[in-house]
């Protein structure tokens, strides 16, 4: 089963408006990852916060994830139209490597 | 580096035809996935390898699906027959021990 579902669905934004998406999780993990898809393409990784964090950035991406509520949220700033994309969340739960993904954010940047 | 080949891009069948997807993962990079991505929705872990040897498939439907990965290099991801419901992009990936998936650009199935 999925273990991640993001809100909202669907997000739509002006450039160089800041973006907030939302995961939220059903058990303990390891570490949670954000990724993005662009429409017909494969995933890729964005970023990676370990279940002893708290917050991290990545140039204008900021992540942070509260364990005590399972949930973490992704900050994009300063948005651009080449952010549009889907953006999923991925967990990490069990002792194995298996990363279950979340239901995705659907990014909408209007130049 | 060269990234996660997938073949083929595209694969438009009729249902119960059966259908293969192949994978090619990063060089040297030990653990294969395959995901499902139904429209609309996130991707679905069906079988995870590490190197040759499976370590869950615990979603993949076994009456129907199959995947192997014979050399722990390249692999192969099998449905025999195929339903409506199968229609969907099938995901490659691959990792190494630090736990980020790097994903091919997908196989798409159209079941008719």
């Known amino acids: 089963s999925q273990q991640g579902e993001e809100d909202p669905q669907a997000l739509s934004i002006q450039e160089g408006e800041n973006a907030t998406m939302n995961c939220s999780y059903k058990?303990?993990?390891?570490?949670l990852q954000w990724y993005r898809q662009n429409s017909g393409r494969g995933l890729v990784h964005l970023i990676l916060?370990?279940?002893?964090?708290r917050e991290k950035h990545s140039g204008r991406l900021r992540v942070t994830l509260d364990t005590s509520k399972k949930s973490s949220s992704l900050l994009i700033t300063a948005s651009r139209a080449a952010d549009t994309a889907s953006y999923f969340c991925a967990t990490d739960a069990g002792t194995g490597n298996q990363f279950y993904f979340g239901t995705g954010t659907s990014l909408t940047v209007i130049p | 580096e060269a990234g996660v080949a997938q073949s083929p891009r595209y694969k438009i069948i009729e249902k119960r035809q059966s259908v293969a997807f192949w994978c090619n993962p990063i060089?040297?990079?030990?653990?294969l996935y395959w995901y499902q991505q139904i429209l609309g929705q996130g991707p679905k872990l069906l079988i995870q390898?590490?190197?040759?040897?499976?370590?869950?498939d615990s979603q993949l439907p076994k009456d129907r699906f199959s995947a192997e990965r014979l050399k722990g290099v390249d692999s192969t991801l099998k449905i025999q027959p195929a339903k409506l419901e199968d229609s969907a992009v099938y995901l490659c990936?691959?990792?190494?021990?630090?736990?980020?998936?790097?994903f091919g650009a997908g196989s798409r199935l159209t079941v008719l």
């Open positions: 058990t303990s993990i390891n570490n």
């Open positions: 390898f590490q190197n040759n040897g499976v370590v869950d």
């Open positions: 990936a691959s990792s190494t021990s630090a736990n980020v998936l790097t």
């Open positions: 060089s040297g990079h030990a653990t």
């Open positions: 916060i370990r279940s002893n964090e």
